[in-house]
């Protein structure tokens, strides 16, 4: 046995009996010798061109008494792994000094440095052994990430130069003596998986095997590396190396690093270790957390038992290490979990597959073979809308994207590498794992190499024989990637049970037993083909599939399955609700038998109870091939249910002949109203009391409602249009129950919920109100503008049982804590929950939790949670558990807030404004405004406006998301997105026909100038001032050279002698919609109720667009000639800019006051002038659907976000506005980049 070998079998044994300490940091400790230029070129590199202080890793040739006089120093602090020199020591890195023929020679003298000092340890120390591990660092340089913001699909460095880079370096660590090898600092886990590449590459090359430990990188608070990556998602990535550890170090000190830590711990089945920094820097980047509290936060990891393996990274010295190895000496070391075998991918975040997951949905539509559009989009290079392809998939609910370049005529490899590098810097996109597939093997190596996290490649098999098979199998689990297996082999694709049980055993068994394989990573499929074909041998088909997920699942262990779904029904095509039936019949039965994931449409998919009952045994004789001629039977009736996706009408009414309970049923999962009140009547009378209607089938087809909205089977806007049919039926029945004198059925629970003061947006509390009232609760609706004293009044008079607020404006949220500080003070005992578009959990657990410690304070992110967030709250036995894990969530949400506001550092106020564009104001020519002043525009042409509708935020308003009109056809959410917009259509005709709604604006232009640098002066005629703006800069420190904007940097400064002009602009669409809605509810109709609001957003926001247009092209005329669609306009590709106050460009709310004072003078406080719109004191515009703000028309103009600001510039904007500075945090508080 060799001396490596007996060390290796020393560490193994030192692993099982304590927490092992690793050595601390290696560059602190240069700098503490104060090395000069001199130092680091020796005698060898004294006529070295270029300048190397700084080349840390060049110490161990030039001054290797420095480097083994600090190795030394950290094992006589107790270290038992020294790590060796050579961080930077790759040619990647070297470069930066001219000296990457050096990486092989460092990497072997570093590791024979450290080896010698660790060897010459032991012999002081027999007993206890030290070991050399042979450090890997990241390089400089970041493979899935773009160096380049302008360019997101350019790298500077690949996955092959990686690893190329990367084998010489572990060569020579081997040569030089290392014990492990330690891929340490992972920022960016593609890096690390080239490293994990190369690594196993040079142990199969020189026929040896050490462990390897891995080291990843939380960058902030945000618990993310910095490529984003969660921990698990990252562990996920890696952990196909199978090493001897996995932990954390730097960027982080070991208090930051806790909760990442005890993830890792609960999540890795191995040995865990933590090296983190001396704590956080100070204001000159210098550590100063003293060893002792070091040690003391190490302790409690230890005491949690997180811990195997410990040591420190920056900052940290012998002493650290000395501290650490003193605490941590009494406690056991972590126990290694037993974790489930499982599918374990990754993108950005994690995704876990096992045979009790639910039904996994793969997103097809980036395959170039299956998509017409997606096919045109690549040949014509077009990747950004291809990239909205990609995202639309992922936020209809793919939790996995399927990506194809397969074309003749198509450069697959590189479509695909180009593709994929834009996704990673697509978050939204990357957060899923990716499906990398391709028939050309080229082609999905090249994909491997782009992606970070761990994905499936679709696909291997043994149609090409054994040998190459298992070739691709060893690649595949080299990348690190679980593979699709087709049931394919020498002889051809499997068409029958027997086949398909065969191949996929026989490749079960090379997989796992000769290539060693993970079975929780292979996924067969067993081929889908079309049934119903009129031919006898392919009656079975998907009996014979079904049969062999089957088989799979219970011989085949932990493997799992897929498949083209849609192929199914091939034969059908043309007949769309034909094949949604053989969709749900197919998936029902194959779903039972084990299929794990497939390639479906959701939107061709009927649920499977409301499939008429002649369809749906027609469809099952077919797909379970239980009568001979089931295939003549279903062609026989086809044609009856042929057509839009509806059943001709006969087969339509045949509900009507049902029993009346079951109508009933029927009419609210349908949302049908046409017959509800004599079918509602029909009940009563077979019913002894009228309020047993309500309590039979009326609330069992509300809970079929509840149950397929929670199970994802229907979407918003139908379950609306159930609570109005059960509104209706309800309305029907309480005269009769107040006849009776009975009481109401008792409901779950009273929940009270309102807009808060100073907020007239209800849309969404409405929306959560009725979801809620389906599934059974009280809801006591006080509207919108609400106060808290009544809120609060209401809440004891009616005894509710749980508060909900809602707001959208940003001045609501102040409001909310207000609310919270009083039911607080009032000695309230009641839930609050909290909702709208500028909440959030962050905002909830940082400013509104800690105001009121009574009950629970929850966020709730949508409608859709709103139901299981209050069956927990009043629920005795669900709620303590509930509460308790929102309580941590908040604490770290806190934590974390604290810890990104330390940190984060802005450019000072003068820096900012030192960094604003530079425009050559010699050579601009304002273009005058045809007038000068406001007009009004009343009863503008709503069938104008309509045509400048952007669809999808009305969508988006109710829980669909997808970009229109691609929502129409959605795989998931296309039925309901199609059916919601055509009642939109009719309702939008109904509004403008019948004029029940009108829209109108006001506008006009002034002279202006820049002053100040932040503000603009506004003139009348006269060229006296009449108004200010005030605007704020961003200070955000931006490292690609770009400016620090405020908007008044678009208007010609005052000292330029140029006469500038700025323009402002009220528009509504909302005149005359509050009282339709209110007819509406008044009536049982909240589904309509909303629809008119939801309509008249979107028109006024309409109105603003259009107006803009014509103040772009005729009133102001600065751009005559423009021709854009509405698509362009939706995307903002005409010149200027409106931004409004209260948004991002513009976030103070009160400057709408001067907006309103020079467009408006007559509007006050509740009461509308000219405009038809007036502010609240909150200043939010009533009616809600109204849009105001600025135009700026210099060629240059643009949108951006001001973000968060420090106090020089709050206190500049406090003088300049001439108020006091706790008025300014007020209405900035959600910018303000300090505590106030």
């Known amino acids: 046995m060799s001396d490596r070998s007996v060390r290796l079998q020393a560490l193994k044994h030192a692993l099982k009996e304590r927490i092992l300490i690793l050595d601390g940091g290696m560059g602190t400790m240069i700098q503490s010798y104060k090395l000069e230029e001199q130092d680091y070129r020796g005698k060898r590199f004294a006529d070295w061109p270029s300048d190397v202080k700084g080349n840390n890793d060049l110490l161990v040739l030039t001054r290797p008494d420095v480097i083994g006089s600090i190795e030394k120093a950290y094992l006589d602090a107790g270290a038992d792994i020294l790590e060796t020199n050579t961080f930077n020591a790759t040619q990647v890195s070297l470069a930066d000094y001219g000296m990457q023929g050096l990486a092989y020679e460092l990497n072997v003298e570093g590791a024979r440095l450290a080896r010698k000092v660790a060897d010459a340890k032991t012999l002081e120390t027999p007993d206890k052994p030290r070991f050399v591990a042979g450090v890997i660092g990241p390089t400089s340089r970041t493979c899935s990430l773009s160096p380049d913001v302008n360019n997101p699909g350019y790298r500077n460095v690949t996955f092959d130069e990686l690893v190329e880079n990367y084998t010489e370096a572990t060569k020579g660590l081997i040569e030089g003596g290392a014990d492990l090898i330690l891929i340490e600092t992972i920022f960016d886990t593609l890096n690390a998986k080239a490293a994990i590449f190369a690594v196993q590459g040079v142990f199969e090359e020189l026929g040896i095997e050490l462990p390897i430990m891995i080291s990843g990188t939380i960058t902030d608070a945000s618990g993310r590396t910095l490529s984003g990556q969660t921990t698990e998602a990252f562990w996920n990535s890696v952990a196909h190396a199978k090493p001897i550890s996995v932990g954390l170090n730097c960027a982080l000190g070991a208090k930051e690093l806790r909760p990442y830590l005890e993830e890792l711990s609960n999540k890795a089945g191995t040995h865990v270790s933590a090296h983190p920094n001396a704590g956080l820097p100070n204001e000159f980047g210098e550590y100063d957390e003293l060893p002792a509290e070091t040690a003391k936060v190490i302790e409690e990891f230890a005491q949690s038992g997180f811990l195997n393996i410990v040591g420190g990274c920056c900052g940290t010295t012998p002493g650290h290490i000395e501290a650490i190895a003193k605490a941590v000496a009494g406690y056991a070391p972590r126990v290694i979990p037993e974790i489930p075998k499982a599918c374990r991918l990754s993108g950005l975040e994690p995704f876990t ?88 093997w080229e082609v999905i190596e090249a994909g491997l190499k782009c992606i970070q996290g761990k994905g499936i490649v679709n696909s291997i098999s043994m149609k090409e024989g054994v040998e190459q098979f298992i070739h691709h199998a060893k690649l595949c689990k080299r990348y690190g990637a679980a593979v699709v297996v087709m049931a394919f082999d020498e002889a051809g694709q499997a068409d029958t049970e027997a086949r398909k049980k065969e191949i996929c055993k026989r490749s079960y068994d090379i997989l796992v037993n000769e290539v060693g394989f993970p079975p929780e990573d292979i996924i067969f499929d067993p081929n889908i083909f079309a049934v119903a074909t009129g031919i006898e041998e392919h009656n079975n088909y998907a ?75 027609a469809v099952e004789d077919v797909v379970l091939n239980r009568t001979p001629n089931g295939t003549d039977a279903l062609l026989a009736i086809a044609d009856k249910y042929k057509g839009d996706g509806s059943v001709k009408e006969a087969e339509t009414e045949e509900w009507r002949n049902w029993d009346v309970n079951k109508r009933l049923e029927h009419a609210l999962v349908k949302g049908i109203t046409t017959h509800i009140v004599e079918d509602t009547e029909e009940s009563r009378q077979s019913f002894a009391r009228p309020i047993e209607v309500i309590e039979g089938p009326l609330m069992c087809g509300m809970n079929i409602v509840g149950d397929l909205f929670g199970a994802g089977k229907m979407f918003l806007p139908q379950v609306v249009k159930s609570a109005r049919v059960m509104k209706q039926a309800v309305a029907h029945l309480i005269p009769f129950i107040e006849l009776e004198k009975g009481d109401k059925p008792e409901a779950k629970g009273k929940i009270l919920m309102a807009t808060v003061k100073g907020d007239v947006h209800d849309i969404g509390k409405n929306i959560v109100g009725v979801v809620l009232g389906c599934n059974g609760y009280d809801i006591v609706d006080l509207g919108v503008m609400v106060p808290a004293e009544k809120i609060l009044q209401v809440a004891k008079e009616q005894k509710c049982d749980i508060i909900g607020l809602s707001g959208l404006i940003t001045p609501s949220l102040d409001e909310m804590v207000h609310v919270a500080r009083e039911m607080q003070r009032q000695d309230f005992h009641l839930p609050l929950m909290i909702g709208g578009a500028t909440t959030s959990k962050a905002h909830t657990a940082v400013k509104i939790e800690p105001k009121y410690s009574n009950d629970a304070v929850i966020y709730v992110t949508d409608a859709s949670r709103a139901v299981g967030v209050a069956t927990q709250l009043l629920s005795k036995e669900l709620k303590p558990a509930f509460v308790e894990k929102t309580r941590l969530e908040y604490i770290d949400v806190r934590e974390r807030t604290a810890n990104r506001s330390a940190r984060t550092e802005r450019l000072s106020y003068p820096a900012a404004i030192a960094k604003k564009p530079q425009f050559d104001w010699s050579t601009y020519v304002p273009v005058k405004p045809t007038f000068t002043g406001s007009r009004v525009l009343d009863n503008i042409d709503l069938k104008v406006l309509a045509e400048y509708i952007d669809w999808t935020p009305f969508f988006i308003s109710w829980d669909l998301a997808g970009k229109f009109p691609r929502i129409l056809q959605d795989e998931v959410v296309g039925e309901a997105a199609t059916a919601l917009y055509a009642d939109a259509q009719e309702m939008l005709a109904k509004l403008i026909d019948e004029k029940l709604i009108s829209a109108r604006a006001v506008f006009g232009f002034w002279p202006a100038n820049q002053v100040r640098e932040d503000d603009i002066e506004v003139y009348g005629d006269d060229g006296k001032p009449i108004a200010k703006l005030h605007h704020l800069r961003q200070q955000i420190i931006k490292t690609d050279g770009k400016p620090n904007f405020s908007l008044a940097d678009f208007v010609a400064p005052k000292d330029s002698e140029i006469t500038d002009y700025v323009g402002g602009f009220i528009t509504t669409a909302g005149i005359g919609a509050e009282e339709v809605a209110k007819a509406y509810q008044d009536a049982g109709d909240d589904y309509n109720s909303i629809m008119v609001k939801a309509l008249a957003d979107r028109l006024a926001e309409a109105c603003a667009e259009w107006l803009h247009q014509q103040v772009r092209k005729e009133h102001w005329g600065y751009a005559k000639d423009e021709t854009l669609d509405n698509e362009a306009l939706i995307k903002e590709q005409y010149t200027g800019i409106r931004p409004a106050p209260g948004y991002p460009a513009c976030p103070d709310h009160t400057e709408k006051s001067t907006l309103f004072a020079l467009l408006d003078p007559e509007a006050s406080e509740m009461q509308a002038g000219r405009s038809g719109v007036f502010l609240t004191e909150h200043y939010a515009m009533f009616p809600a659907a109204a849009v105001s703000g600025w135009y700026f028309a210099h060629p240059q103009a643009q949108y951006f976000a001001v973000g968060k600001i420090d106090k020089d510039q709050v206190q500049s904007y406090t003088s300049r506005k001439g108020q006091e500075l706790s008025v300014t945090e007020r209405w900035l508080a959600p910018n303000l980049g300090y505590d106030n």
């Open 353 to 440: 597959i096992d045979r009790s997951s639910l039904f996994v949905n793969v997103g097809e539509r980036t395959n170039i073979t299956g998509s017409a559009k997606f096919a045109r989009l690549i040949r014509e290079d077009n990747y950004t809308e291809a990239l909205e392809v990609a995202l639309q998939q992922v936020e209809a609910g793919a939790q996995i994207i399927d990506i194809n370049m397969d074309e003749g005529m198509l450069d697959s490899k590189k479509a695909m590498v180009t593709f994929l590098n834009l996704i990673a810097g697509e978050p939204d996109i990357s957060r899923v794992p990716i499906m990398i597939d391709s028939s050309k």
């Open 543 to 617: 009996v014979d599939f079904i049969n062999a997920c089957a088989y799979i699942r219970d011989e085949l262990p932990y493997a799992l399955t897929s498949g083209g779904v849609s192929n199914v029904s091939f034969s059908f095509r043309g007949n769309n609700p034909v094949r949604e039936a053989i969709h749900s019949v197919f998936l029902l039965y194959a779903i039972r038998n084990g299929l794990t994931m497939g390639i479906v449409n959701a939107g061709q998919l009927e649920i499977y109870d409301q499939i008429p009952a002649e369809l749906r045994d």
